[in-house]
């Protein structure tokens, strides 16, 4: 489903575009994502909507196939990037698992701030933005998904959330879409 309305309540939420994080290696240009991001959070401080900020602290899980090695993080891997230009309007959330929801007082701040609708953009496609979207979607939230402001490091589960997921749960379009709905619906 193309971009065809934005909520008066509208807010972004940028999933884990921080210093550690935009540093793996992606199947996208790491610039560009953040180029896009970055002027969708420009966009929606200009129409004074809100915009949240997420990163991720990773914490010890269960039993996994697939094990996290033991480390300690270098000194600001948790600090969103400066390209974002983050103000202190922003909302800054930081989870401990894939999904922003969990945990971390999101729904109440965006319930409380009237929002009915959020844009994601971000990093990892598969994970922490569809896990986010997918949470949204569960709590009754409109949905817009910024597809060129979100990339990953596995090309087969990027497309997979693309195409499968994100337009069962959601609209999907380009940033400039985004963008040109905002300022044409709020002058």
Known sequence: MAVTTLDPGTAL???????????????????????QA?????????????????????????RADEKRPARDLPAGWNDIVPQLNRQPSDHLVTK?????????????YLRANGVSQIVL????????????????????????????AMTDMNADAHANSISRIFPRIGETGTTADIIALLDSSRG
Do not use: C, M
């Open 13 to 35: 939420v940028v999933i884990d575009l921080q210093k550690g994080i935009v540093g793996y290696p992606t199947i996208d240009p790491i610039d560009a994502i953040l180029a």
């Open 38 to 62: 970055s002027a969708l959070a420009e966009a929606f401080r200009r129409h004074k909507l809100p915009v949240v900020l997420v990163n991720v602290e990773p914490s010890a899980r269960g």
């Open 96 to 108: 401990r698992t894939w999904g922003a929801f969990t945990n971390t007082g999101l729904d109440a």
């Open 121 to 148: 953009a971000g990093v990892a496609t598969s994970i922490g933005v569809e896990s986010t979207a997918r949470q949204a979607d569960e709590l009754g939230f409109n949905l817009t998904l910024a597809l060129d």
